[in-house]
């Protein structure tokens, strides 16, 4: 019951909730229980007396108390969803500030739909049949619990026979609730399922299209729907089967006491009134036993989300900022690789041994094949990672011993793939520093060579990008990416494939931009292009985790190893610019 701990956290802050529903829910249920006896008595008093005084004075006490009960059910039921809204609001925006602490490896072990899923449904679960469900179970127990201390009171022998229906509906409850518990679990991850392929539909979209492929997306939908959907029709054949199976066992044991008590009334054991008590007692319990099997199934239901919901809460993040991490100064420039090995998965090097040492300013190209590692080399820079031996530095500080964000502030990182998010183009040039003055923004777009476009487009730097937003080609984009990687005018760039997967006026564009921004920075481009890497001051190769070659494009060429090769398959592209035939793209 750990769960019940972790989750007890969330409620203590609202411990006045919790002990104001509490206390209502004891008034409502012990005004419950005490009319039915009052009344009884009452029915015997007045087949002795006759008398009216006695019958007005009963009215006014069961109206009083009726009142009283109809006040504090609104509180009860007020405070209960109050705290159970409160708790799940609470729940989710600690997931979500979870996954914004992420390392960036978690996200290759999660989907995005299962913590959706996780977030909204499951926390859902937990908000309407544990939190809200809890106080309505503690209430509905309390009046079984009371109910049978009333039947006990009045004639604990005829008590004695309605106990044997107790183990019947108890029992029954629990395999119900098993069942539907295991059930769920099965029916949200479909629902995970189905969020991921709906995603995919979008994102994929041309892919899809290109290749022909929505019949086979369609039928991968309907595989998980269907399972969905038998999932929950067999959560609904339990629910089902629950309820009219509780109201036939009430109905058996209201016979046993009519029955039963007829003989002690007669027999002289047992006043009238009283037996309309108990049968009242009886027929009140029917809903509470119900609800209370319902309860019991609903709990279990909600361990389980909840269950998962602390799976994404207690995600472990590999990379985690040292408690003693000091801000690292304006950044001079100087990366050092001091022989440093990764992996992604154990024992499988993406960098092994690595040296490296670069100069302020420094421009320096990463070349090497799909896979050698050169994205791992600058990730470890920007520390998306930790090296698993050695040590990454800049300016001679150990990373692991700065903050995060004052390191990444001081890097310009321009990845292959441009995100851009819903808002003006303004925002997404700003997204580093919202507060960044409208010159700021112009010159970082002037930088990165989009100042032009951007001033030509009708709302200019207002302009709505996004979903709903204007569509941008991928050379406009990636122009935007620069402008926003240069605002805060990072000492360090890094630019992966920044260039790749351009035609050859954005190509030149961005070229240009590169030579002029880069003057100056300790820059990493990772490019295919040939003219990208002629211009950088140093050429470093790798190859399967290592550096292999290091040097100018003359003396690379010269040396006849790796680079060269390189060059002979045309894995380096001679840039158009060059009047060389720009062959195909090498895959990335
Ligand atoms: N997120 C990841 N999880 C597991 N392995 C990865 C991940 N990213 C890269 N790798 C592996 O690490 C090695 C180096 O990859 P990478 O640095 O991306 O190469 P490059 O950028 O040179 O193409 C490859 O073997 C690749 O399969
Ligand atoms: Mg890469």
């Known amino acids: 019951m750990s769960d019940m701990r972790r989750l007890a956290v969330y409620i203590v802050h609202y411990r006045l909730h919790v002990i104001g529903a509490l206390a209502a829910t004891l008034i409502v249920t012990a005004v419950n229980l005490a009319v039915p006896k009052y009344t009884g008595g009452l029915v015997d008093e007045l087949i002795a007396t006759r008398s009216f005084v006695v019958l007005n004075r009963a009215a006014f006490v069961v109206l009083i108390l009726f009142g009283l009960r109809s006040l504090m059910m609104y509180a009860q039921i007020y405070l209960t969803f109050y705290l159970s809204h409160r708790v799940t609001a609470d729940l989710r925006q600690d997931l979500f500030a979870r996954i914004q602490q992420w390392s960036l490896d978690r996200f290759a072990v999660w989907q995005a739909g299962d913590a959706i899923t996780r977030s909204l449904q499951d926390t859902q679960v937990v908000q309407v049949q544990l939190l809200a469900g809890s106080v309505d179970a503690i209430s509905t127990g309390l009046m079984v619990g009371g109910i049978v201390v009333m039947l006990v009171w009045i004639d604990w022998q005829l008590a004695l026979a309605m106990a044997l229906v ?109 037996l309309v008590a108990f049968l009242a007692y009886v027929g009140f319990a029917v809903e509470p036993a119900v609800s209370l099997t319902r309860h019991y199934a609903g709990l279990r239901q909600a361990m389980g989300a909840f269950g998962r919901i602390r799976m994404l809460l207690d995600e472990p993040s590999e990379l985690r900022e040292d408690p003693a991490a000091v801000a690292l100064p304006s950044i001079i420039g100087r990366v050092t690789f001091d022989d440093v090995s990764f992996a992604y998965a154990p024992g499988r090097w993406a960098l092994r041994d690595l040296s490296l040492e670069v100069r302020p300013g420094e421009r320096v190209a990463l070349v090497g094949l799909s896979g050698a590692g050169k994205t791992t080399l ?35 990182l321009v990845p292959q793939e441009t995100v851009l998010f819903a808002g003006t183009i303004r925002d997404n040039i700003a997204y580093a520093r919202p507060d960044a003055s409208m010159e700021e923004v112009i ?118 190893g790796t680079y060269a090769r390189l060059l002979r398959l045309q894995w380096l592209d001679a840039a158009p610019a060059e009047g060389a035939p720009a062959p195909a793209g090498p895959p990335v």
């Open 443 to 560: 010159n970082a777009a002037k930088a990165g060579n989009a100042h032009d476009f951007i001033a030509a487009l009708p709302m200019g730097y207002d302009t709505m990008l996004g979903d709903d937003g204007l569509q941008m080609s991928g050379g406009q984009r990636q122009r935007l990416a620069i402008a926003r990687a240069l605002l805060n005018d990072p000492r360090l760039l890094i630019f992966d494939e920044a260039t790749s997967a351009l035609d050859s006026e954005s190509e030149a564009l961005i070229q240009e931009a590169l030579d002029r921004i880069t003057r100056g920075r300790t820059t990493f481009i990772i490019a295919h292009r040939l003219s990208t890497i002629r211009g950088a001051n140093r050429i470093v190769v790798l190859d399967q985790g290592q550096v292999v070659e290091d040097g100018r494009h003359d003396e690379l060429v010269a040396l006849n």
């Open 166 to 274: 107790i183990p019947l509906v108890g029992g029954m409850a629990r395999r119900v609730g098993h069942e539907i518990q295991g059930t769920t679990v099965r029916a949200q991850e479909h629902v995970a399922g189905l969020a991921g392929l709906i995603r995919e539909a979008f994102s994929g979209a041309r892919v899809i299209r290109a290749f022909a492929r929505e019949d086979r997306e369609i039928g991968r939908f309907q595989t998980q729907n269907e399972q969905s959907f038998r999932a929950n029709v067999r959560i609904s054949r339990m629910v089902a089967l629950q309820i009219p199976m509780v109201s036939f066992l009430t109905a058996l044991g209201l016979v046993v006491v009519l029955w039963l008590g007829g003989q002690r009334v007669t027999a002289g054991h047992l006043t009238p009134g009283l």
């Open 378 to 412: 600058v990730n470890l820079v920007a520390r998306f990672y930790d090296p698993a031996e050695g040590r990454v530095e800049i300016d001679g500080r150990d990373l692991r011993q700065v903050t995060l964000r004052s390191l990444r502030s001081q890097i310009g």
